[in-house]
Nanobody, 125 residues
Framework: QVQLVESGGGSVQAGGSLRLSCAASGYTFSSRCMGWFRQAPGKEREVVAVIAPNGGTSAAASVKGRFTISRDSAKNTLTLQMNSLKPEDTAVYYC???????????????????WGQGTQVTVSS
């Protein structure tokens, strides 16, 4: 049974940092396209950053240069380091697996096979 469990969300002031983690279990983590999505109140879920099995990364324009996605295949863990946070980053953040296409830069929708339960990130001004 595949499980994705996020942790690390919380509240922070603008300009601060947070680090999200996603613990994956129940499958071969190293061969999966993984990523982070977010959904703000009243808005559609959007891709934030994606990391391919070979370690290649891509990020949405709105977070590029501020957020960094990484993976540790030995620990089956996906991480999102978020710096210089802005109030508009406030959302529920979701860990995702088996993303097609495996890029945050390709326009349009993506298919996701597995989702985590989400973790709230709140940035105050």
């Amino acid at each position: 049974q595949v499980q994705l469990v996020e942790s690390g969300g919380g509240s922070v002031q603008a300009g601060g940092s947070l680090r999200l983690s996603c613990a994956a279990s129940g499958y071969t983590f190293s061969s999966r396209c993984m990523g982070w999505f977010r959904q703000a109140p009243g808005k559609e879920r959007e891709v934030v950053a994606v990391i391919a099995p070979n370690g290649g990364t891509s990020a949405a324009a709105s977070v590029k240069g501020r957020f960094t996605i990484s993976r540790d295949s030995a620990k089956n863990t996906l991480t999102l380091q978020m710096n210089s946070l802005k109030p508009e980053d406030t959302a529920v953040y979701y860990c995702a697996s088996d993303i097609v296409p495996c890029s945050a830069m390709v326009p349009g929708t993506r298919s996701v096979r597995y989702w985590g339960q989400g973790t709230q990130v709140t940035v105050s001004s």
